[in-house]
């Protein structure tokens, strides 16, 4: 290994591990993958990982109901490591980022530049856990660190599906497989499984969604009103815009839902011919080539007019 985790870390006593706002499957596993690492690497420190609660459909990882959603007064920690993404959008663990000694950033997004003492950033690699697997020592890997780590790998590669993977990444997912754990439950249950609810959601973005740019870009947006009618929090919401993405001749999907006045989150999903990192990169979002989301202000037609005007130039240049 170039760069070795436990011994930035051999003399810390106090080790607390953060990830983004809403985190997903890749956050999660990534923090809980380390956690549970230096749980049994390093006995003698305290590690502690502090996450917006996440999703119940993550319960049954290990360190799952260790996580601490909280975020209350704690002494500065020795080392503290940021997962899947950059300070920017920490939260509430920002406080404790900013306050440790030792700063480890680790993370697969092109558009983040590393914000600690240490970065390992790696974009062209599919997952952040990916990137974890290879600074573990494969003989300090257990049942439990394989399951998270897998969990991570097979969300933000849409199960091995998305132009993300490679011939490394499927030969992790046969290694981590082989630590015999529940995978296809885990994989129905996290990634496939919606409550009634969220079906609902699905269908009427589906159903009010609308083509545009010669049928090449489709969009579809759910304001607070109809979120309140469903009772739906953002996190209902996942999988939407992959719908959209699924429907022939779509080069690109985009799915809005508001948070505020005037305020909507949006996510893209592209094909090869639109690069979405580079079109909400005008808008102070990031991402990856194929899949990226930003905060826009203004009207739901503001939002994708605006959008739409990066979109149309780059599949103009495409033909």
Partial sequence: MEWNLLEECKDAKRIGIGG?????GDCVGACLSVYLYLKKCLPQAKVRVFLEKPEEIFRELAGFDEIDSSFGEEEPFDVFFVMDCADDRLGDSLKYF???AKRINIDHHISNKGCGDFNVIRPRIGSTCEVVYDLLEEERLDRNMAQALYTGIIHDTGIFQYSNTTPRTMEIGAKLIGYGFDFPRLIRETFYQKTYVQTQIMGRALMESIRFMNGRCIVSGVDRKTMEF??????????IVNQLR????IDCAIFLYQTDVLEYKVSLRTSEKVNAAEVVSHFGGGGHDRAAGCTMNGTFHDCVNNLSLHI????????
């Avoid at 130039?313 to 495409?318: D, G, N, R, T, V």
């Fill in 20 to 24: 983004h706002i809403r985190p997903d």
């Fill in 98 to 100: 900013q306050a440790a």
């Fill in 312 to 319: 149309e130039a780059q599949l103009k240049s495409e033909g």
């Fill in 230 to 239: 469903y009772n739906v929090e953002p996190k209902d919401l996942g999988g």
């Fill in 246 to 249: 699924n429907i022939e001749g």
